[in-house]
């Protein structure tokens, strides 16, 4: 299992595909490219758990996804986040928020 | 919401996989592209960025197959693929597959009756509104410590004193001559309040409820039948309604029709009538205990609260009645109880144990499937080399295994029901509400689940040991597998097959000793070429004492004229039949405070001949004789027991024993104590006995008494030739005269071991199934053996082993295993048996750790054993040494 280095957990990849979708629709090359970036480059997303990340977003309901031209005018599958995904993405930030300022709070005190 | 998405999401792509994997191939392709594009404005070149991309992100193919198994319809195909593999397989090995269901069958056939019989008669709820409100209230005797009947008086004092019941109601038994419309007919019937029924919660098919002013005394004679009585009697006619029918002589004007097939408790009546309308002698004498009370609970009150209540509401009675109610508490119990009885104990050892033929049968085919296995072990070392994981192959073979429990769930479910209509022809008389039980949507349900159930049971095991083949050896040419340790765990199941059958045996063999005692049993009287019946007396000769008492005489001296009768007696109650007239005592003048609290005697009202007829042997004294009459004093003949435990070293013969409300006995006699009960069962109170005369009985109770007193005549002549001629008899003494409940005392005597037969019946067909499933076991294994050791036993023979030497090797073998298999069989016996104890007493004259049984079981399986390891042990001893080392 070591020489796949960055190989992701399943559930750290939603959130940051919900945050990567929130400005506009994007297709997973795309997406992929983006949170690589987010990441500094460290690791390589395998396709895989990308495309399984995006099947299960679009189950539980929080993206739908839709075949639209590129740039470069080639056809491809867009991913839009549904309401429900931007409200989870509200929910999920704001307690993410709460509960690194309380572990500031510790660390301040200590 | 979310969950609904996935499930079509899911369907679509497995209905309509061909798009759904074209748009991932689609967009898959289009991602990796995009990647390499990106690598080529770098100036990779085309190959190398290919190549890089593929090590990066992961090849397409593999991609492809890690989204698509990513979701629940992936699994759905594999099983679908499994389940086509195992149907391949199975027809592949139909004799295997045949087996193996046929074992099944009748493992799962088995429980599904038993379970279709525990469902219907324990747990389908009472067929009334709210079952599980319906309660029935007893008086509770301290000093008896048992709960009994009621008085009439006991019951109004409780619905005065508003209990924690919103509707209560009395019930008692009672009898009826039905003389017009139609032919004579005595039928059963119940006085019941007016509110017996709405209490119950069912509807009449016809008319109405009794008012409350029919239900007192005065009321207008009213009655409720039988929709099978209004059928018969009326053809079914909506003008049946304010008809009268004529019982006992009186004419009653019938209010309401019953719905067809309702009845309360076990036993069917037809007739209903008012019960506030007995006579005032019973209905306020609170000595007479011989009314039943059923209640529904208010809503949110507790069993336990409502017995706190009714009890504080008895103390309060008992303080206002002193002489006659002190010493008497109330118990409440749910009516489920009362109308299931001890059925209950017995049913659920009967599931146990039918569960362990299920377990013996399952055993059967794990063995088979491991010595299966042995020989599949190439194919399973293919698999594992091509890429199937442990899991993949524990899959496949425990679908295999399910697949074979549920075809033979769906054989047994067959054989259940054919197997059910047989016990049902047979036993049902012995069952309360048999006919409740049939194979309905969750006997179903429970044949379905427990088939998945048993197939993970057998399967899980031996896929479990195939899977972990070691790839290396099995795959070479000749390899033969891990046979080994097959061979241990088949030798394990074959001892655990041994040992829960001789724990089947020694149950069913305990139960048989019972029958064996029960039948040879001193019944106290002689039971053999007894007849007994009761009579519906003229309603013109019940009108008084004097009447009632001629008429006996008359029907006696008629029947005792047939040529063929030995002797003829009558009495209130006849042995096994379950009557009681349980009557309070107390010897010289020793009055208790409280009738409540003196002791009790079974009372028989008899004419002076029964006890010779019943050969009830005297002990001291005389008999009651023909000179008892009412003008000359009251005489008593007790028995041994109550001599024995009230007049202890002492003579009682000339002593005095009251009977409160009847009056001053002198004891003339003393006659053997006969078994009134159950053959060998004592009655938790009332094991004494007395008999008096019917000659000296008062005439308030005379007119009533027709209806529980029994006729016994001793004839050696066979019931088919008797009985005519005793009808004949008793119609010549008046023609509107009705013979009913005529039966034989031996009939009787047979019938009161049922709570015995019934259970020994199915443990025993049980035990033989087991034995049967456990001999297939043994040789099974036995024969694997043999086949796996031909080598070894080519070997020894060219060695120089006598034949002899062989065959003793390999039955040595088998034995072995049944030892082992006794050993532990015997242990759990000595612990499980008890349960035989504690359950209902359904054991008699045999310990639950009878020796004798034990012995005997353990013999008989032996014998199996030996018999199981015959024919491959014979196998064995043919084996040539030449051809069996060849092979090598």
New interface residues.
């Given amino acids: 299992m070591a020489d796949k280095p960055a190989d992701l957990v399943q559930g750290s990849l939603y959130m940051p595909i919900l945050t990567t979708l929130a400005p506009e629709p994007m297709?997973?090359?795309g997406i992929?490219?983006r949170l690589e970036q987010m990441r500094k480059g460290v690791f390589?997303?395998?396709?895989?758990?990308l495309?399984?990340a995006f099947?299960?977003l679009?189950?539980?309901?929080l993206i739908r996804s839709e075949w639209k031209a590129t740039e470069n005018s080639?056809?491809?599958?867009y991913y839009v986040p549904r309401d429900q995904g931007r409200n989870r993405l509200n929910t999920e930030t704001r307690e993410w928020g709460g509960q690194a300022a309380a572990i500031a709070r510790i660390l301040e005190a200590s | 919401?979310?969950l609904l998405?996935?499930m079509a999401?899911g369907l679509r792509s497995l209905f309509r996989k061909e798009q759904v994997g074209q748009?991932?191939d689609?967009?898959?392709n289009?991602?990796?592209e995009?990647?390499v594009e990106?690598k080529m404005k770098r100036g990779i070149r085309r190959k190398d960025a290919l190549r890089a991309v593929r090590l990066?992100?992961?090849s397409l193919e593999?991609?492809k197959e890690?989204?698509r198994s990513?979701?629940w319809e992936s699994q759905v195909e594999a099983c679908w693929q499994d389940l086509r593999f195992a149907v391949r397989v199975l027809r592949k090995n139909s004799g295997f597959a045949a087996v193996a269901i046929l074992t099944l069958a009748l493992g799962i056939g088995a429980n599904t009756a038993i379970f279709s019989v525990v469902q219907g008669v324990l747990l389908a709820p009472l067929p009334y509104r709210e079952p599980d409100r319906l309660v029935t209230v007893w008086l509770n005797n301290f000093r008896l410590k048992s709960p009994t009947d009621l008085s009439y008086r006991d019951f109004i004092d409780w619905e005065h004193d508003a209990p924690p019941f919103e509707k209560m109601s009395a019930y008692a038994w009672r009898s009826f001559d039905l003389s017009s419309p139609g032919n004579p007919e005595h039928l059963e019937g119940r006085e019941i309040s007016a509110t017996f029924l709405s209490t119950l919660g069912v509807e009449l098919a016809l008319g109405r409820e009794f008012s409350a002013e029919e239900d007192r005394n005065g009321g207008a004679p009213v009655s409720i039948i039988s929709n099978g009585l209004w059928r018969d009697r009326f053809g079914g006619s909506t003008t049946a309604l304010g008809k009268s029918i004529v019982l006992d002589g009186v004419e009653t004007t019938v209010v309401g029709v019953l719905q067809p097939g309702f009845r309360f408790g076990t036993d069917y009546a037809d007739i209903y009538i008012p019960i506030g309308q007995r006579k005032l002698v019973d209905a306020n004498d609170r000595t007479v205990h011989d009314v039943a009370c059923i209640a529904r609970l208010k809503r949110g009150v507790s069993l336990s609260q409502a017995d706190a209540q009714m009890n504080a509401i008895q103390e309060n009675i008992d303080r206002l009645n002193p002489d006659t109610e002190q010493g008497l508490g109330a118990k409440i119990l749910p009516a489920k109880e009362l109308l299931v009885g001890d059925a209950r104990s017995t049913l659920l050892l009967l599931l146990g144990a039918v569960g362990v033929v299920l377990l013996i049968a399952c055993a059967n085919v794990a063995s088979l499937l491991l010595a299966r296995s042995a020989g599949r072990a190439r194919e399973f070392s293919i698999r594992a080399a091509l890429g199937a994981g442990r899991g993949r192959i524990v899959r496949q073979l425990v679908t295999e295994s399910v697949l074979l429990s549920v075809l033979g769930g769906v054989l047994g479910l067959a054989a259940a029901k054919w197997g059910l209509n047989a016990v049902l022809a047979t036993l049902a008389a012995d069952l309360p509400r048999s006919d409740n039980i049939h194979v309905n949507a969750s006997v179903l349900f429970f044949a379905l689940g427990v088939s998945i159930a048993v197939g993970f049971l057998f399967g899980l095991a031996p896929a479990h040991r195939s899977s972990r083949v070691d790839l290396q050896p099995s795959l070479q040419e000749g390899g033969r597998g891990s046979t080994g340790g097959h061979h241990r765990m088949q030798s394990g199941l074959v001892i655990v097959q041994i040992a829960l059958t001789l724990v089947l045996l020694a149950g069913a063999g305990l139960l048989f000793r019972t029958i064996q005692h029960m039948w040879k049993a001193d019944l106290g009287f002689e039971s053999r070429h007894v007849l007994t019946f009761q009579v519906g007396l003229s309603p013109s000769a019940t009108k008084t004492g004097a009447g009632v008492r001629a008429a006996y005489q008359q029907l006696l001296d008629r029947i005792r004229q047939i040529p063929g009768v030995q002797g003829a007696g009558i009495a209130t109650e006849v042995p096994m039949t379950h009557q009681i007239n349980s009557i309070p005592f107390w010897v010289d003048s020793h009055r208790p405070a409280s009738v409540a609290e003196a002791p009790r005697t079974l009372g028989f009202i008899t004419d002076p001949e029964f006890l010779q007829t019943m050969r009830i042997p005297l002990i001291r004294g005389r008999f009651i004789s023909q000179q008892d009459t009412i003008n000359s004093s009251l005489v008593a003949v007790i028995d041994s027991e109550l001599a024995r435990t009230y007049f202890p070293g002492k003579d009682p013969i000339g002593r005095t024993i009251t009977f409160p409300q009847v009056g001053d006995y002198r004891i003339v006699g003393v006659v053997g104590h006969v078994q009134h009960w159950q053959v060998g069962f004592s009655s938790p109170f009332m094991q004494n006995q007395s008999y008096v005369s019917i000659y000296q009985v008062q005439d308030r109770w005379m007119t009533t008494i027709d209806t529980w007193t029994w006729v016994v005549v001793r004839t050696p002549l066979d019931v088919s030739i008797m009985l005519p001629e005793i009808r004949e008899a008793v119609y010549r003494a008046a023609s509107d005269q009705t013979v009913y409940h005529a039966q034989t005392m031996a009939e009787i005597v047979s019938e009161s071991m049922s709570p015995q037969r019934f259970p020994l019946i199915l443990l025993g067909s049980f035990a033989s199934l087991a034995l049967l499933l456990a001999s297939i076991g043994i040789y099974g294994v036995i024969s694997y053996s043999v086949t796996q050791r031909a080598h070894e036993i080519g070997i020894r023979m060219a060695l120089g082993a006598e034949k002899r030497d062989v065959f003793r090797m390999v039955v040595v073998q088998g034995l072995s295993l049944a030892f082992a298999g006794l050993v532990i069989g015997v242990t759990a016996a000595l612990v499980l048996t008890r349960l035989l104890l504690s359950f209902s007493h359904l054991l008699y004259g045999v310990g639950a750790s009878d020796p004798a049984t034990l012995a005997s079981v353990s013999a008989v399986l032996i014998g199996v054993a030996i018999l199981a390891c015959y024919l491959p042990a014979r196998r064995a001893m043919r084996v040539d040494p030449m051809v069996a080392l060849r092979y090598e």
């Avoid at chain 1, 080639?74 to 599958?77: G, P, S």
């Fill in positions: 297709h997973g090359y992929a490219v390589q997303l395998n396709a895989g758990s495309f399984v099947q299960r679009q189950r539980a309901g080639r056809r491809a599958k | 919401m979310s998405r996935s999401d748009e991932l689609e967009e898959l289009d991602f990796l995009m990647a990106e990066e992100r992961g593999v991609t890690v989204v990513a979701n």
